[in-house]
């Protein structure tokens, strides 16, 4: 543990590291003198006034530290503090300079803002198991659920070293990106476990033709701190930043944005490595069978090296809100939101625990001047409001009221202009529960074509009502037809329903969840819908076909590609391996 976290004061008052913002600075400043103070008088009360000289050397020191923090804020050195040497002048410019200047809202040469994170968050490595001297580890996933035992894990920093570990593994081989996909994806019982998130390189970038090639590993907010500076934007990525690239082609991710769909439609190309190790280019019209087996398909047959994706403009955005009632919102959408050029994102919220009334968001291109300070968004250290927030609303009934008629339309009612990227670079972390241990927060998703509606959203109503559903959130978002991959959730234009819900973590509970899922599952197939496959592997072999009726293309393909099954998770452990026999492959 740092010295910051361990002793907070001694860090504050000692060293000359880091920075601190202003208000640190003055309350730091009263207790200094404060304590200088009570020292002071009682040092010469109890011995003499010679015994006070003592404090002189802490309290200079104190003096000191503090100060060249507060400068290092406005990303200045400890030497600006000689100005103290200039008669008149130097006291007053140092006094701005410590007591008033507001510090950079950048990370600087000296550390990030003070009281934000380091950086977004991330899953910690595969777990050590005590006592073990075996190179075996725990990987698990954001929810704790589905922790798996690997037989090592491996971290190429190189793609050819991670050519290398695939052609030579004398094990099957399980890949990991930001290990945020909460169904075991990431992990098969007894596999070489491979963490991609050191491949995090860019290797090409084109501001004139709004291109960039990355190593897969990379996450959305690296790529986004990168062509910030060129005023471009990611085309299309979930609304949180912290997923590689990688494992969001594999799931095919898609976010909130209006007159796209799943992240595929802004893949210009691929470099996949195959079960032995061969390296091919591969994009939607070369070698474009591998290309559909690779995007959305969950490392079905090859791991995705590197990636060149489309960019777009960075713009400003403004948001705007419309509370009405969820028979309405279909109509809503076609007539204001489905069409309109200039709405970039676009989301609505489904109140629980009646799910009658809908809150729908746009964010609307504008030329005004943004309402933040900066173009990325912060991060902070600590998200004490929201995680407040999020557990009461997921506490009660009651909490859920007051979402929807207090705490919502006192958030709603400020005015928000953003930046495309700030608006795409929320972090994790701020959903992240005190402890997942006894209860967890989960996400599925459901896809239906977007005539059926009101149809899928009557269904799900029944069936969260009926099982007792704890459902925090159900936010829709739309999608065009996806590009031709073999696992498209989007076989058409789509609503999709991202069911966000708190869950016990004992074994009933997780009983509980399979059998309101595989209901859930049931109702989308009956409306000739789909659903996520990043979450939890609730749904039966049957299921799974009838969602993704040309999985066999993906599964005759991975015979020929990868006959001896090295590339395995728990998807495929569930729907493949145990199905090789009863589909002839
Ligand atoms: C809070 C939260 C919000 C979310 N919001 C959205 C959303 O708005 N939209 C959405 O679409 N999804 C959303 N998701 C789901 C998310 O997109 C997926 O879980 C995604 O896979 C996360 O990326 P990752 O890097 O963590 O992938 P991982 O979980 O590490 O991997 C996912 C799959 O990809 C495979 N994989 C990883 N890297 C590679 C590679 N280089 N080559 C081949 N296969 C690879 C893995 O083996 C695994 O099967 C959300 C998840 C969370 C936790």
Wanted: charged share 20%; proline share 4%.
């Amino acid at each position: 543990m740092a010295l910051k976290d361990k002793l907070p004061v001694s860090y504050l008052l000692f060293t000359t590291r880091g920075r601190i913002n202003r208000l640190t600075y003055w309350t730091a400043s009263l207790f200094i003198w404060t304590t200088f103070y009570v020292l002071f008088n009682l040092l010469e009360l109890l011995f003499s006034y010679t015994a006070t000289w003592i404090i002189y050397p802490l309290l200079f020191w104190a003096l000191f530290a503090t100060a060249t923090k507060r400068l290092h804020d406005s990303n200045k050195s400890g030497f600006w503090l000689w100005l103290i040497l200039i008669p008149v002048l130097g006291p007053l410019v140092l006094l701005f300079l410590l007591g008033f200047k507001r510090g950079s809202v950048y990370s600087n040469s000296f550390g990030v803002v003070p009281n934000s994170a380091p950086d977004y968050f991330k899953n910690a490595d595969a777990e050590k198991i005590p006592h073990l001297k075996t190179d075996e580890r725990i990987v698990n996933d954001v929810t704790q659920l589905n922790p798996i035992v690997v037989a090592r894990v491996e971290t190429p920093h190189t793609i050819k070293e991670l050519q290398s570990i695939i052609k030579s593994a004398d094990k099957p081989i399980c890949i990991g990106g930001g290990r945020f996909s909460m169904g075991g994806q990431t992990a098969s019982p007894h596999s070489i476990h491979i963490d991609m998130r050191r491949l995090n390189k860019v290797l090409e970038f084109s501001a004139e033709k709004k291109q960039i090639k990355i190593q897969a590993g990379i996450r959305w907010c690296d790529i986004q701190h990168y062509v910030d500076q060129h005023n471009l934007s990611v085309k299309i990525m979930q609304t949180y930043a912290n997923f590689t690239v990688g494992g969001s082609l594999s799931v095919n991710c898609h976010g909130r944005y209006i007159g796209l769909g799943a992240v595929i439609l802004s893949v210009k190309s691929l470099d996949v490595i195959l079960p032995n190790g061969e390296m091919i280019h591969t994009s939607p019209t070369e070698q474009s069978e591998i290309f559909f087996a690779c995007v959305g398909c969950y490392n079905a047959i090859a791991v995705i090296a590197n990636v060149e994706l489309e960019l777009t403009e960075n713009v400003a955005i403004k948001r705007s809100h419309k509370k009405m009632q969820r028979s309405r919102y279909k109509a809503f959408f076609f007539e204001h939101v489905r069409d309109n050029k200039d709405i970039v994102f676009h989301n609505g919220d489904i109140y629980p625990p009646f799910y009658k009334n809908v809150r729908a968001v746009s964010w609307t291109k504008t030329n005004k001047k943004p309402t933040v300070k900066t173009r990325l968004m912060p991060l902070a250290a600590a998200y004490p409001i929201e995680r407040y927030f999020i557990g009461a609303f997921s506490k009660s009934r009651f909490g859920k009221w007051r979402r929807e008629f207090i705490i919502d339309p006192i958030l709603f009612s400020r005015k928000k202009i953003h930046w495309r990227n700030y608006e795409a670079g929320y972090d994790v972390f701020e959903l992240e529960p005190e402890s997942r241990k006894e209860s967890t927060y989960v996400l599925q998703e459901y896809f239906v074509p977007v005539y059926k509606f009101d149809s899928f959203a009557s269904l799900m109503t029944e069936i969260f009502i009926r099982h007792n559903v704890n459902v925090i959130n159900v936010s829709i978002r739309h999608a065009n037809a996806d590009s031709g991959s073999l696992l498209a959730w989007a076989r058409e234009e789509v609503f999709a329903f991202v069911v966000w819900y708190k869950q016990g973590t004992a074994e009933p509970d997780k009983d509980k969840v399979a059998v309101w899922t595989r209901e859930l599952i049931s109702a989308t197939i009956s409306l000739n819908g789909s659903y996520y496959l990043p979450y939890q592997t609730h749904a039966t072999a049957e299921q799974f076909h009838k969602a993704y009726p040309i999985a066999k293309q993906l599964f005759d393909l991975k015979k020929q590609l990868d006959p001896g099954y090295k590339f395995r998770n728990v998807i495929w452990d569930t729907y493949y391996k145990s199905q090789r026999h009863e589909f002839g492959i």
